[in-house]
């Protein structure tokens, strides 16, 4: 119930008034959003660099019914790839793109102009010598955005894709996706979804995670394992042993600020672990998910507006 109230609340423009009005909430923020600017990201991937690990960039703003906002996203996108290859961060970061961010909900052409957008952005990454992995949205956009990355995919074969454990369909997704040359970034998924078309019970996201992790590491793709929970990163290491698969062969994936020991312990051994760092204005949504995500995370942005 919390969840679904935090989720819904993400998605409430009164709600974020009030959240985004309280001075004591941006301290509170940068534990999960390094910071707003492109130079605040790319500072957060040094750092990260620095202790071994890999990073994959988010340009916050999902959600965008405005074209100039979508266009700017583009132009900061390409900025950082730029940055990034001239301080030769580009074999440490990738980015990752919300289509919804670049024009997906458009109301005339919007996936086109998604299409488009998400195309200038993989020109920039392939210049740069890095990749660009989709984010996956709710449940209303997965088939758009698997269209989107097909297309995407003819001329920039590394495009990357995310698919959502908590969603029946997602199984089959895997097995079409596990292909050679493909990379699939495997969540369980962060959206408020009905029980036609997604596993409600906590157990039953865990099984279908592990069947998809099961197909991703007996096919032929690259699995990036993206999640926090100790028992699916555990799976996710014998499952590769048992497919052959080296360190190389898969990443393990989690959030900026969740587990940072966790994530630092997972290199040193000899892993690859990429930290998804979003940056930008826009964090009011990303923020919420990540609170609705674990109830310890309410009890703490509560706790530090209590002590500030
Ligand atoms: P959960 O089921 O939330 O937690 C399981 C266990 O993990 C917990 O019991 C605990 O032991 C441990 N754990 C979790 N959080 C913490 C914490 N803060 N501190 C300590 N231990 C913790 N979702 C989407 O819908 N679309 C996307 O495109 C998307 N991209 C993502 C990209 C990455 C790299 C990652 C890591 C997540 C992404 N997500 C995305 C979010 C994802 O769907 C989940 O909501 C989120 O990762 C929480 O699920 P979990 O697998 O970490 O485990």
Known sequence: MLRSALLAAGRSPSVRRLVEANPLTKPVVRRFVPGTSPEDAVRATRELSGHGLFVTLDRLGEDTLDAGQATATVRDYRQVLGVLAEQGLAERAEVSVKLSAVGQFLPSDGEKIALDNARLICEAASAAGTTVTLDMEDHTTTDSTLGILRDLRVDFPWVGAVLQAYLRRTEQDCRDLATAGSRVRLCKGAYDEPESVAYQDKSEVDRSYVRCLKVLMQGE????????????????????????????????????????????????????????????????????????????????????????
């Open 221 to 308: 793709g690259y699995p990036m394992v993206a999640s926090h929970d100790p028992r699916m990163v555990a799976i996710a290491g014998e499952l590769a042993a048992r497919n052959g698969r080296t360190n190389a062969d898969f990443e393990y994936q989690m959030l900026y600020g969740i587990r940072p020991d966790e994530q630092r312990r997972i290199a040193a051994a000899g892993g690859r672990l990429r930290v998804y760092t979003a940056y930008g204005d826009e964090w009011y949504g990303y923020f919420m998910r990540r609170l609705a995500e674990r109830p310890a995370n309410v009890a703490f942005f509560l706790r530090s507006l209590a002590t500030q």
